[in-house]
Structure formats: C-alpha cells, structure tokens
C-alpha cells in the first residue's frame, strides 16, 4: 500500500506519493514561493517522477528548480507540453458571473505569471503504467481544463486529478477550463469509475491525508 502526503502550498495542493518499496513520486509542485517547502519534503526520498497534472503556473512553477535538485525526470501530457516548453498561453473560460470573474483572474496570472522553461522528459498517455516508478497505478487522460490534462489512478482506488475537478467543498467541476464539453467529460469518467478518493488540486483533501 502506497503512502500519500499533502503538500499545502498556498491554496494548491501538492502530493508526495510513497510506493511500497521506497520510490516516491512528486504530483504537480507549487509556486515558487513554496519551492524549498517541497523541496525539504521530497530530499530524503527516492524520487522518480515529477508528475505534472497540466501546465498551469500554479502546478508548475517550481518543476525547473525540483528537476534538478532531485535530479529527477519530469512528465506531462503531450498537449501541454508547449505550456511549458515553450511559453504558450491558453485563455481560460468560465460559466456564469462568478466563472467568469475565475477565469478572467485565473487568465491573467496565467499571462503575467512566469513558468522557467525545462524540457519534460516522459510524455504521460492514457494508461501508462506508473510501475517504472515505483508506483502501483496508471495515468489516465482528463482534458477539459487544459487540453493535456492527465490524472494519476491509483491501484488501491485512489485518483489525483489535477484541476479536472476541485474540492470546494466537495470535489466538483473546475470553475474555469479550456473546452467545457471536454471537461465535464473527463468529470462524467471519473465519477462512472467510482474511485474512493478524490485529491484535487486545489480545496479539502480527503480525510486520513
């Protein structure tokens, strides 16, 4: 049985996954702000990924530096790479007045914010097995809030989502997102899997975390 650990970086969570022989994986990474928080976190552990759940500032500001001091390979999905790669900015939309004002707060960080560039090294498809890293799982594809947006799904039932959904209060759509149609597919899928836990990206975590 896998270990997971909470991160709290600000209003972003960040989650340490522990496999049962030691090796550890990293799901998105924070701000820059919280960059040694994490890093303290991840140093005496075996790490083998830097999961990147979608190629928002907020999940990805901190990849270039973590690379490096942990010396360890960074995935994404393939849609998202030029998010990070290359410096490409994707508006969000919104439904709603309050989707609306999220995504137009949401849109200028992701213009002003700045994401130092790297380049990722493992491309995260649906239904790669996470095993390689020491992990009991496999990625699954979750686009709506970003095109590439990727989720990590647990053997023993638990699924990280990335901003697929959020967990305010209760896991739920995202309030901003690239393609609407796509994202409340991607939600459909996860709640037709019946998975145990949810752990968003942002808002509560499950209990026991």
Same mark, same amino acid.
């Given at each position: 049985m896998e270990e997971i650990f909470t991160i709290s970086c600000g209003n972003a969570n960040v989650y340490l996954i522990t496999g049962p022989d030691g090796r550890s994986i990293l799901i998105d990474t924070g701000t820059e702000r919280y960059r040694e928080k994490v890093l303290k976190q991840c140093a005496a552990r075996k790490m083998t990924l830097i999961f990147l759940t979608h190629g928002h500032f907020d999940h990805c500001q901190n990849v270039a530096y973590l690379a490096r001091a942990l010396n360890c390979p960074v995935g994404i999905g393939a849609e998202d790479i030029p998010l990070v790669q290359a410096g490409v900015k994707r508006s969000v939309c919104g439904c #709603?007045?309050?989707?609306?004002?999220? @995504?137009?707060?949401?849109?200028?960080?992701?213009?002003?914010?700045?994401?130092? @560039?790297?380049?990722?090294?493992?491309?995260?498809?649906?239904?790669?097995?996470?095993?390689?890293?020491?992990?009991? #799982? !496999?990625?699954?594809?979750?686009?709506?809030?970003?095109?590439?947006?990727?989720?990590?799904?647990?053997?023993?039932?638990?699924?990280?989502? #990335?901003?697929?959904?959020?967990?305010?209060? /209760?896991?739920? @759509?995202?309030?901003?997102?690239?393609?609407?149609? @796509?994202?409340?597919?991607?939600?459909?899928?996860?709640? !037709? /899997?019946?998975?145990?836990?949810?752990?968003?990206?942002? #808002? /509560?975590?499950?209990?026991?975390?």
């Amino acid at each position: 049985m896998e270990e997971i650990f909470t991160i709290s970086c600000g209003n972003a969570n960040v989650y340490l996954i522990t496999g049962p022989d030691g090796r550890s994986i990293l799901i998105d990474t924070g701000t820059e702000r919280y960059r040694e928080k994490v890093l303290k976190q991840c140093a005496a552990r075996k790490m083998t990924l830097i999961f990147l759940t979608h190629g928002h500032f907020d999940h990805c500001q901190n990849v270039a530096y973590l690379a490096r001091a942990l010396n360890c390979p960074v995935g994404i999905g393939a849609e998202d790479i030029p998010l990070v790669q290359a410096g490409v900015k994707r508006s969000v939309c919104g439904c #709603g007045i309050w989707g609306q004002c999220y @995504a137009a707060a949401s849109n200028w960080n992701i213009r002003h914010q700045k994401i130092p @560039a790297f380049q990722p090294t493992v491309t995260l498809s649906d239904g790669m097995s996470l095993s390689e890293y020491g992990i009991d #799982g !496999q990625v699954i594809a979750l686009p709506g809030h970003t095109q590439g947006s990727v989720g990590a799904l647990l053997n023993s039932g638990s699924l990280f989502v #990335g901003d697929a959904m959020q967990s305010i209060p /209760r896991p739920a @759509a995202s309030w901003c997102f690239e393609d609407r149609e @796509a994202m409340e597919r991607s939600v459909s899928a996860i709640r !037709q /899997r019946g998975v145990s836990r949810i752990y968003c990206g942002h #808002g /509560r975590t499950p209990r026991g975390t």
